[in-house]
């Protein structure tokens, strides 16, 4: 069973800057896909960035150019460096990992993260 425990969450003001990490019980090179999503209270989760192949990125509109995620394969770690963070960046952060299997997909997914943004 993969597991994926998140850290670095915490509470900053506006504009300031957090980096996120997620520790994989896998060696996260195995993985088709690794990203980071969020969830809002009363919004449905919703994703904020991706990896796939170790160097293709997608990111959320909404986090473009402030946002960064990337991976560190020798601690099976994936990281999520946030900057110019605003107060609707407050969420729940979750890390996902996902392994596509005979074309179906399987994720797995941390427990999840606070991240709160507020003077």
């Known amino acids: 069973q993969v597991q994926l425990v998140e850290s670095g969450g915490g509470l900053v003001q506006p504009g300031g800057s957090l980096r996120l990490s997620c520790v994989s019980s896998?060696?996260?090179?195995?993985?088709?896909?690794v990203g980071w999503y969020r969830q809002s209270p009363g919004k449905q989760r919703e994703m904020v960035a991706l990896?796939?192949?170790?160097?293709?990125?997608n990111y959320a509109d909404s986090v473009k150019g402030r946002f960064i995620i990337s991976r560190d394969s020798a601690k099976n770690t994936l990281y999520l460096q946030m900057n110019s963070l605003k107060v609707e960046d407050t969420a729940l952060y979750y890390c996902?990992?996902?392994?596509?299997?005979?074309?179906?997909?399987?994720?797995?997914w941390g427990q999840g993260i606070q991240v709160t943004v507020s003077s």
């Open positions: 996902n990992a996902r392994w596509n299997v005979e074309r179906r997909p399987y994720d797995y």
């Open positions: 990896m796939a192949g170790g160097s293709v990125t």
């Open positions: 896998e060696s996260i090179t195995t993985f088709n896909r």
